[in-house]
């Protein structure tokens, strides 16, 4: 079981370029969830996912987009990266029975210049 | 506004005292709480819970204490052991919010050897 995995583990944007975070799970999870990380913020939710086929606005949705491609993968779009979207990225899941005990991905660390 | 602080950006403790971290929320609707603790270049992995109807819950060499009044919860961990050095996050939820979790900034523990 690889758990949650998350592509890429670093990326460099340009002001303007787009990109997609890729996010998989094996566990079979119903749920999953896109965090931002910020130093003095904690984690903030962006967009979560309660089963396949919908998706729901999290506390900082601006400038994202997501898409639930199957029950394994979620994947979090910036359209038009801004420098205030340089943060480190966090993929979660949880399962039916345990939902509030969230397994994390590695992360992703976004730099946006 | 932030509904769940972690007021202590870090503490220090020597290796064998007692470690207690603390966290102060001010929904009353929380009914869930939730310890996930966090190595550098790592996700956040999940530690510890209570529910709102009991005031302490232990595992090991870990306790968490609510006390619902206060709007406060604490996590010790006696003995401190320097694997224990990280960030710990406070977490909460209710059922009326679904699966997601609102959590704190964030304290880093350093247990000193």
């Known amino acids: 079981n690889a758990g949650v995995t998350q592509t890429p583990k670093f990326q460099v944007l340009k002001t303007g370029q787009s990109m997609t975070l890729q996010c998989a799970q094996d566990m079979n999870h119903n749920s999953m969830y896109w965090y931002r990380q910020d130093p003095g913020m904690g984690l903030r939710l962006i967009y979560y996912s309660a089963s396949e086929g919908t998706t729901d606005k999290g506390e900082v949705p601006n400038g994202y987009n997501v898409s639930r491609l199957n029950k394994r993968e979620f994947s979090l779009r910036l359209e038009s990266a801004a420098p205030s979207q340089t943060s480190v990225y966090f993929c979660?899941?949880?399962?039916?029975?345990?939902?509030?005990?969230?397994?994390f991905g590695p992360g992703t660390r976004l730099t946006v210049t | 506004d932030q509904q769940v602080k972690q007021n202590s950006p870090s503490l220090s403790v020597q290796e064998g005292r007692i470690s207690i971290l603390n966290c102060d929320y001010t929904?009353?609707?929380?009914?869930?709480f939730l310890w996930y603790k966090k190595y550098p270049a790592e996700g956040p992995t999940f530690l510890i819970s209570?529910?709102?109807?009991?005031d302490k819950n232990e595992d090991g060499r870990f306790t968490v204490f609510l006390n619902k009044s206060a709007k406060h919860l604490s996590l010790h961990i006696v003995p401190s052991q320097p694997g224990d050095s990280a960030v710990y996050f406070c977490a909460a939820s209710y059922m009326e919010y679904g699966n997601k979790l609102v959590f704190g900034a964030g304290t880093i523990l350093r247990v000193k050897s």
């Open positions: 979660a899941s949880t399962e039916r029975l345990r939902p509030y005990e969230q397994y």
């Open positions: 209570i529910s709102s109807i009991k």
């Open positions: 929904n009353s609707m929380f009914d869930y």
